[in-house]
């Protein structure tokens, strides 16, 4: 049975310290949304020995704990950088110029990069449509006018997630979500499973809920269901723009999970926003301006809530995605000193 969790407006105590940091980008934040450290890039891993990998319009670059590039792979990398399960490859996505298109058309590719800068497999979205046989859909893109002759003007895709899958129980009776493959998905066309080398389109799955498939953040959890951030929720045909963080189970399609809020236009990310399991009860949840929390499905509360994750110089700004991750060994190395990691 759905059920809709409404956004309470109050910070209940937290409980057990994690040892997670938020992380925006390449800017390292304690529980309160303080940075405690900012690395050049847009997007950025973390090793335990004080090395990161940051990614932007300028391409991918390896530095070590001195800030040495150790390498570096050109390209136009956009939304987030990922690892596998075993932190051993980098999951990235990044954009071309579609051949034949006159450099007027952008497509995407998605990529497995070693820890030593090789490339191990990648996809072109061209290819993925193909292999789905879904058309072609041309997005126009948002440029500055001054600045439009310059590059493409369409782009025919839009992916922004790459998340391997993880074993989860059960597994056996989902053919399309097997544990080591790949779940992606694209603006306008829905969640693709991906094979594990990246060579073949295993399945396409469509959101009911969602108008236009705009969705961030697709994974698979724990109990092998399709978990995402819903930017523009289809709750009835003549809803008010609202955004939802829900699970969906891939074999009936039904959501049998949704958080958001009983007034709906409350709770609205147009674009970006991010869903984070951890562990099996709580959530982190980001949206592109208003802020971070973390919810306890258990409560069906926020326990916590930092809104100073979306500002920068007492300034608000736009973050596609807040995630935790366990930093204690790299701030060491960085001589961070470790303050008020995340509370739950």
Known sequence: MKKTMTILLMILSSHAFASEFLVAGCKVMNNYGVALITLPGETCLFQDNGDFISAGKDGMKYFNSQKKVLWEIPGDFHHELDFSLDKKIILAKTQIIKPGTNGKHQMDILMKISLDGRILAQIDSAEILKQ????????????DPSTIKEGPTQEISHFNTLFEIPPYKNSHKNKFLRPGDYVSNNHLQGIFILSSDLKRVVHHYTVPTSRGQSLHDVQV????????????????????????????????????????????????????????????????????ISGTYLYSKKKNAIIHSTPITHFQDNKPIIVLRVKAVELSKFLAVWKVEENEPLKY
């Open 132 to 143: 789905a046989g879904i058309p072609e859909m041309l997005r126009d893109l948002h440029h």
């Open 221 to 288: 959890n724990s109990d092998g269901n399709l978990i995402f951030f819903n930017n523009d929720e289809l709750a009835s045909p003549m809803s008010a723009k609202s955004s939802a963080v829900q699970i969906m189970n891939p074999l009936t399609k039904k959501i049998i999970f949704s958080f958001g809020s009983s007034y709906k236009p409350l709770f609205y990310s147009i674009n970006g926003g991010a869903v984070q399991m951890l562990g099996n009860d709580h959530l982190l949840i980001s949206t592109l």
